[in-house]
């Protein structure tokens, strides 16, 4: 009886673990009339590197070697390493692409933004917040036309900017009520 498990070729105790190499296996022969052989595959073709000997670990994969495409830091492409760029070139990556228009700051709808913050906020003294509240929903409505990708900017703007317009008619009806109930408390 057999084992399926045991190895048919012996195997060589030192090529185990890396101190020598296994020999290349030879190829067969080609036919001596035959001239359209494909010819034999170069030596190692298909194998496997030798294993770490005990002890030792492999190399780590790219160890010392930058990714494919990028470059130590504050070393522009074509220059050799530590070379700084010349006088009056920008720094490497702070330049904007050709062919592309610099980004444009939403600044209507930030102005609507802080104009329904500071409505808010000045609504404490005498309502004053009402003009604030409306520049913020003017600007806000006008920032939604011209400047649809600041949407968070011109939405809360006009949000706020209602919302203190609605404080500020209110504080101005309280005012009204609690002056009129003062006129006629004094009148005699």
């Known amino acids: 009886m057999t084992d399926p498990n045991a190895p048919t070729d012996p195997v060589d105790p030192n090529t185990q673990n890396g101190s020598v190499p296994?020999?290349?296996?030879?190829?067969p022969a080609a036919p001596a009339g035959?001239?359209?052989a494909v010819p034999p595959p170069a030596p190692?073709?298909?194998?496997?590197?030798?294993?770490?000997?005990?002890?030792?670990?492999?190399?780590?994969?790219?160890?010392?070697?930058?990714?494919?495409?990028q470059q130590p830091y504050g070393q522009?492409?074509?220059?050799?390493?530590?070379a700084q760029p010349a006088y009056g070139q920008p720094a490497p990556g702070y330049t904007q692409p050709y062919g592309?228009?610099?980004?444009?700051?939403?600044?209507?709808s930030i102005l609507s933004l802080?104009?329904?913050?500071?409505?808010?906020l000045i609504n404490l003294?005498?309502?004053?917040?009402?003009?604030?509240?409306v520049a913020a929903v003017v600007l806000g409505f006008i920032g939604r036309n011209k400047e649809p990708q600041a949407r968070g900017f011109w939405l809360t703007g006009i949000i706020l900017g209602f919302?203190?317009?609605?404080?500020?008619i209110i504080y101005w009806i309280i005012l009204a009520i609690v002056f009129a109930s003062l006129a006629n408390y004094n009148t005699y």
């Open 125 to 133: 003294v005498w309502g004053i917040g009402f003009l604030f509240g």
């Open 34 to 36: 035959d001239t359209g």
């Open 114 to 120: 802080v104009g329904g913050i500071v409505g808010l």
């Open 76 to 82: 522009q492409p074509g220059q050799p390493y530590g």
């Open 100 to 108: 592309q228009p610099a980004a444009k700051s939403p600044i209507l």
């Open 163 to 168: 919302v203190s317009i609605a404080i500020a």
């Open 44 to 69: 190692g073709y298909g194998q496997q590197p030798p294993a770490p000997g005990y002890g030792q670990q492999p190399p780590a994969p790219g160890y010392g070697q930058q990714p494919y495409g």
């Open 22 to 27: 296994p020999p290349p296996p030879t190829p």
